[in-house]
């Protein structure tokens, strides 16, 4: 796994290269807060029957995605059903997110080689810490495991959204078909940044102890934390920082 974060004047992370021009192979978005002052990061553990590990909001692009934007708002969208509400977007929908993070409202915009995976875009956003994301992302998903999940091959005819998120509606019986794509998280977690640390300098796992059970995260999410988290952390993104292709980027402080 080769990862790159290149420093220039205040900061530039790798957006000297265009990257639907040059091409990205993932993108996603990893929401971060603060919870009384102590900053944390928003975490998916992956389904069931994959590695239940920890991760960001992230996955392959599609031929229907328009741009790296679009990538990293859908895999968002998908994996947290739609339940996680970032930092001035009204509308928690694919279109609204993307748009959000093409106007530059981003903390950081990360760029890692992954080797003969392709390129991966991470955006930093910063989200509203809600106390209820946690809960309600298990009752949409519980509510969800209730549904037979859609398959092309299997399934055949003419389907409406349903008010679930990630559901279709056949229209002439009835049926509700839960989408494959909004299957891919099991559970959501706010994290603190020291645990994260922790994590890292554990190669992407945090021993069981006394007080906490034990954790594993992606080993593809390591290098990500690696590289942003002492950035997050030391300050030097209080004040509104420039961004190569970026129109506008929100500031960061590790305190409030």
């Given at each position: ?10 900061l ?19 929401p971060?807060?603060r919870i009384?002052g ?5 975490l ?16 392959r692009k ?14 968002f ?9 970032l ?19 981003y ?6 080689e992954?080797?003969?995976?392709g ?14 994301v946690?809960q309600r992302f298990?009752?949409?998903?519980s509510a969800?495991l ?19 998120p990630?559901?279709?509606?056949q229209?002439?019986?009835?049926r ?7 299957f ?14 922790q994590?890292?300098a554990n ?13 594993a ?5 390591v290098?990500l ?21 970026a ?7 590790p305190?409030?």
């Amino acid at each position: 796994m080769v990862w790159r974060v290149w420093k220039k004047h205040t900061l530039k992370m790798a957006l000297d290269i265009d990257d639907n021009r040059r091409g990205y192979a993932s993108a996603g978005i990893l929401p971060v807060c603060r919870i009384n002052g102590v900053p944390h990061a928003l975490l998916g553990r992956e389904e069931y029957n994959r590695s239940k590990r920890w991760a960001d909001f992230a996955g392959r692009k599609k031929a229907s995605d328009t741009d790296v934007y679009a990538t990293a708002a859908r895999e968002f969208c998908e994996e947290s059903v739609h339940t996680v509400h970032l930092n001035g977007v009204a509308c928690n929908s694919v279109e609204a997110v993307a748009e959000h993070l093409r106007l530059g409202n981003y903390i950081l915009r990360v760029t890692i080689e992954k080797v003969s995976k392709g390129k991966r875009v991470v955006f930093v956003v910063l989200a509203d810490h809600d106390r209820g994301v946690v809960q309600r992302f298990a009752a949409v998903r519980s509510a969800q495991l209730h549904l037979e999940r859609y398959t092309p091959k299997l399934h055949s005819g003419n389907y409406q959204q349903w008010w679930l998120p990630g559901t279709i509606m056949q229209r002439d019986t009835g049926r509700v078909l839960v989408l494959p794509d909004y299957f891919e998280k099991a559970a959501l977690q706010y994290w603190p940044f020291s645990a994260l640390m922790q994590a890292v300098a554990n190669h992407g796992s945090i021993p069981f102890t006394a007080r906490s059970p034990s954790a594993a995260f992606r080993l593809d999410i390591v290098p990500l934390f690696n590289a942003v988290l002492p950035i997050l952390t030391d300050g030097s993104l209080a004040r509104p920082t420039v961004f190569t292709g970026a129109v506008a980027v929100c500031p960061w402080s590790p305190t409030p």
